[in-house]
């Protein structure tokens, strides 16, 4: 199956920025639609971003849309979320997911793959 892992966290002030990477296992990388959710303490996970298949189609929550964006490299195996401007609200568990449904989907229980998820803290 699908293996996904997160990496690129950290500890940045408001208003600064990072980028989180999620490389995949497999051949079938292209096939799936990539999502990255976030997960704060006492919290559901939250949908945050999402992109189809070859990129064209992405999907933001209001919370974070014109802040961050996604992306993916599918000859690498990759999809990556640049965080610019970011917040204390933004901090969580930012968790990288892979689905197989035909359109981009906004739903934990529409990905099936998940990844062991990577910690993004935003002081004030």
């Known amino acids: 199956q699908v293996q996904l892992v997160e990496s690129g966290g950290g500890l940045v002030q408001a208003g600064g920025s990072l980028r989180l990477s999620c490389a995949a296992s497999?051949?079938?990388?292209?096939?799936?639609?990539m999502g990255w959710f976030r997960q704060a303490p006492g919290k559901e996970r939250e949908f945050v971003a999402a992109?189809?298949?070859?990129?064209?189609?992405?999907s933001y929550a209001d919370s974070v849309k014109g802040r961050f964006t996604i992306s993916r490299d599918n000859a690498k195996n990759t999809v990556y979320l640049q965080m610019n401007s970011l917040k204390p609200m933004d901090t969580a568990v930012y968790y990288c997911?892979?689905?197989?449904?035909?359109?981009?989907?906004?739903?934990?229980?529409?990905?099936?793959?998940w990844g062991q998820g990577t910690q993004v803290t935003v002081s004030s």
């Open positions: 997911a892979a689905s197989q449904a035909l359109v981009v989907p906004t739903t934990p229980g529409r990905y099936d793959y």
């Open positions: 497999g051949r079938t990388f292209s096939r799936y639609v």
């Open positions: 992109s189809g298949r070859n990129g064209a189609s992405t």
